[in-house]
């Protein structure tokens, strides 16, 4: 029986997972590393400690596991920007995490230029600090030297998998994948290929963009523990829980809830963008197949639960927070604006921060970890509601994540949106889709991989009219603190 390593990379840790070819897992190591705040709005990383944190992870699978591993996987946080040496593989600064907020001004100069447009229909994405190239940008602009340096053609870009693949790889190869492409704000996601235009816009050398392959392309050969693994696949991590989750028809559908959450819908080859603040991107190169999809972005998810536990010290771990969870959602009208670095979709507000309303002598700490998990839920409804509106219709929704482990919050959720929750059976999509790339780039056939979901979670129909009030109370709440 064949394996396989899928190496996950998170915003906060690291994993590495072996599975086998019914997609089971044999063995898996995590490892945390911190992120650093240095000024309001800044997310930052030690690039050394993210490589430390999976070679750890591999090292620590491969010496639990005996058996042959056929091919290796990579999937990553996306738009995360390091900028390296090409001679010494270091960097020359911090990795800038996509939740950094630092280039907001710049974004609102390059739209009062009126470039916004530009960009949308080059990649997608609207014009804001949560992709990679003004942080590029910002970083040639303000390290000593870089500038020449890359202009010298001394400097390398990636997002977390080129990084990971150059310093890991026996080739030392600079690549990526279309779906970390896509994400950058440089590539052309009409014509697959980066774009010109915005690194001229950016001023950005295209020396050191990395080379784009499709997702179950060879990458090169992993060297560790003495053994030389071949790497055929690489995908964001977001879309990589599409493919976890076999959301590989146009409609399917998943959102993870990890750090921050992320929903996304396979809408194969048709490119649809909208105005209402939500992304189109590349699903997935599979097969030679380009297929795109839709995505709205939740910055604070994971995050919010790791504050009310680690700064507010509401409880003691992730898990205890479901006992302080109301099953049918009363908050006492208490409401939570989850704004940590600002909102992504679909208000794009990097301005506005965190903070509880409808605080009382009365109010418990009940009602406010209740509001902080409520504002999740309604996040998800705000953009389930939109892509309703472009009649995609949203029978069930198949979710995945960390925070999917919390049965209530399931069912708060399955109960606010009205729809119908799947859970998989391995509830760690990103790394499964990672496995699966990896097995079609070994040759294995797409139609064969069986995913599996155990559990459905049904709403309650009499909580529908509360939690439609409860929702219209706290986007009002929502739009008066961006005004």
């Known amino acids: 029986m064949n394996s396989f390593l899928a190496i996950d990379q998170g915003t906060t840790s690291s994993r590495a997972i072996v599975f086998n070819s019914e997609l089971e897992v044999v063995t898996e190591s995590q490892k945390e590393y911190q992120l650093t705040h240095p000024n309001n709005g800044w997310v930052e990383a030690d690039p050394c400690l993210i490589l430390d944190s999976v070679q750890e992870t591999i090292t620590n699978v491969l010496n639990n596991y005996d058996g042959v591993i056929s091919s290796c ?15 010494t593989g270091k960097s020359i600064y911090p990795a800038i995490i996509w939740q950094d907020r630092r280039t ?108 784009v392959r499709s997702c179950d392309s060879s990458f090169g050969t992993l060297m560790q523990n003495e053994k030389e693994i071949a790497i055929t696949g690489v995908i964001g991590d977001q879309q990589a829980a599409l493919v976890g989750q076999g959301c590989f028809e146009s409609g399917s559908m998943k959102s993870t809830y990890g750090t921050g959450c992320f929903l996304m819908v396979n809408t194969k080859n048709e490119i649809i963008k909208t105005n209402e603040g939500l992304l189109t991107t590349v699903g997935y190169q599979i097969n030679d197949e380009v297929a795109y999809a839709l995505e709205g972005s939740i910055y604070s998810c994971g995050t919010t639960i790791q504050w009310l536990r680690d700064k507010m010290k509401f409880f003691e771990s992730a898990k ?116 699966i790339v ?33 929702y219209l109370s706290w986007k009002a709440y929502i739009e008066n603190s961006i005004e």
């Open 73 to 87: 996987g990579i999937t990553n946080q996306r738009e995360t920007t390091i900028v390296w040496s090409k001679q």
């Open 320 to 435: 205890q927070s479901e006992a302080f969870l109301n099953p049918e959602g009363s908050s006492n009208n208490v409401h939570f604006l989850p704004a940590f670095n600002g909102l992504a979709a679909p208000y794009w507000n990097s301005d506005v921060r965190a903070g509880f309303y409808g605080i009382t002598q009365n109010s418990s700490i009940e009602d406010m970890v209740t509001a902080a998990f409520k504002s999740i839920c309604y996040q998800t409804k705000d953009i389930t509601n939109i892509l309703e509106g472009y009649d995609i219709s949203i029978n069930s929704l198949l979710v995945d994540g960390g925070m999917t482990s919390n049965e209530t919050f399931c069912q708060v959720l399955s109960d606010v949106l009205q729809k119908k929750i799947l859970k998989p059976h391995n509830a760690e999509s990103t790394a499964l889709g990672a496995c």
């Open 104 to 211: 907001n001004k710049l974004c609102e100069e390059l739209k009062n230029l009126n470039h916004e447009a530009m960009i949308k229909d080059k990649t997608g994405l609207v014009l804001d600090p949560y992709f990679s190239a003004t942080k590029i940008k910002w970083i040639l602009d303000n390290v000593p030297n870089a500038r020449k340096e890359a202009e010298g053609g001394n400097l390398l870009f990636g997002t977390v998998d080129s990084f990971l693949i150059f310093n890991l790889s026996k080739e030392k190869n600079h690549l990526t994948d279309v779906t970390n492409a896509s994400r950058t704000m440089l590539f052309n996601i009409n014509t697959m290929e980066w774009d010109n235009d915005l690194l001229e816009l950016f001023d950005i050398p295209v020396s050191m963009m990395p080379e």
């Open 438 to 470: 990896s097995q079609v780039g070994f040759g294995m056939n797409l139609s064969d991989i069986i995913i599996r979901h155990d559990k459905k979670i049904t709403p309650s129909l009499k909580l529908k009219d509360a939690y439609e009030s409860d």
